[in-house]
């Protein structure tokens, strides 16, 4: 039985995701029977496409040791895991996210789902890695 807290943030999060969030399409993809290989696309689940947001926070510098003009020295940066948030479409309320997933965002963009995981109201999250530029 749903609580009456996560039937609330359903209703309230439905028009939210679907006004706000962008279009993403997902390809779901699994291991290469040689572990050597690169993933192949897991038939056994559906390609979908989802409305999604993207966050990214801001990261802040590392300032381990004071800059030292003397040296070529620089601060580092600690990044953020950036990562995408999917309210379940309301035909597909079991959608499943897995490590290694490939998202497209709706500019081309394509993205592997890093560590997925649900939340109790059922939002995915999945923080993702740019497989580097428009492919």
């Known amino acids: 039985m749903v609580s009456t807290f996560v039937a609330l943030a359903r209703d309230k999060l439905t028009p939210a995701f679907a006004l706000h969030g962008e279009a993403w399409a997902h390809q779901p993809m699994k291991p290469a029977a040689d572990r ?12 979908q496409s989802l409305s999604g947001a993207y966050f990214e926070d801001e990261g802040k510098p590392l300032i381990l040791n004071a800059y030292d003009p003397r040296t070529d020295q620089r601060p580092g940066v600690a990044s953020s ?10 035909n597909n309320p079991v959608f499943v996210l897995r490590e290694g997933d490939i998202l497209t965002r709706d500019n081309g963009r394509k993205y592997v789902v890093g560590a997925p995981r649900v939340t109790k109201t059922g939002i995915v999250i999945g923080t993702v890695n740019s497989l580097g530029g428009w492919i």
């Open 36 to 47: 050597a290989a690169a993933p192949v696309v897991d038939s056994s689940r559906p390609a």
């Open 81 to 90: 895991h950036p990562r995408v948030e999917f309210w379940p479409p309301p």
